[in-house]
């Protein structure tokens, strides 16, 4: 009797740019090795240089292997927060902004019965390596939640979702990518305008979440900010709930 070919597991890529934090752990290697190399040598200063050098190393790797642990299972248990802060029912409709290889949106969409959960993005590679349409439904075929997804091709600047679309909306990591505090406000006041009243936005960044808060208080939203327990990151959490409607 054949035996059945296990199905692999997903992948939900690589934040950033492989190559950039392999320079940067090679540098941090050639600094503390530098360093101990020139301890060696006679001379009160050398000895300093010595010190700063192995110092800057064991930074920059550091550095690396918190990323590193970050991008293998920080983010899980990111997503995992982020999705424990909805009193989900079922039948949401979610939008995962900048869903990348689709990890909030598969993660969304395992709490649904009879709701939906939309990925939209603009598949910069830049921003995640193999950043493609075709990865991210490769993902949610074999996370079994493929007719609950929809992926499309949207800016979070000019969505075109009619208004109080949905109940859920989640980010991570996507809106610190637009260069300019304009472009911020115009995302997080197309969020606002999208979510429905008693809809619940969560959003994860490594900056500018006091910003995005802010924003979201300007449009009438309750805003609260958490910063969870350390997952190979150092971002923080702004959870902005629309008031319902008189």
């Not at 939906?116 to 598949?123: A, E, F």
């Amino acid at each position: 009797m054949a035996k059945s070919v296990p199905k692999s597991k997903p992948d939900y890529g690589f934040d950033g740019s492989p190559f950039g934090v392999t320079i940067v752990c090679l540098a941090g290697a050639v600094c503390f090795g530098g360093g101990v190399a020139l301890i060696t040598f006679p001379g009160p200063g050398l000895k300093i240089a010595a010190f700063v050098l192995m110092l800057c190393g064991l930074l920059a790797v550091l550095v690396c292997g918190s990323y590193l642990y970050y991008v293998k299972l920080g983010k899980l248990h990111r997503r995992d927060t982020m999705i424990s802060m909805i009193d989900w029912k079922g039948t949401e409709k979610v939008l995962d902004i900048g869903t990348g290889r689709g990890l909030l949106m598969i993660g969304a969409a395992k709490k649904l019965t009879l709701g939906k959960s939309i990925g939209i993005d603009i598949w910069n590679s830049e921003d995640m390596h193999g950043n493609t349409y075709q990865n991210t439904m490769g993902n949610a075929e074999l996370e079994g939640v493929l007719e609950k997804v929809e992926v499309k091709n949207e800016d979070v600047r000019s969505m075109s979702f009619p208004n109080e679309t949905f109940d859920v909306i989640l980010s991570n990591l996507c809106i610190h990518n637009i260069p300019t505090k304009d472009g911020r406000q115009k995302a997080c006041r197309g969020i606002a305008r999208v979510l429905k009243p008693n809809g619940t936005a969560i959003i994860t960044d490594k900056s500018h979440t006091k910003e995005y808060g802010e924003i979201f208080a300007m449009e009438g939203l309750t805003v609260e900010y958490f910063r969870p327990s350390f997952d190979g990151s150092l971002r923080g959490i702004v959870k902005a709930v629309k008031k319902a409607s008189l």
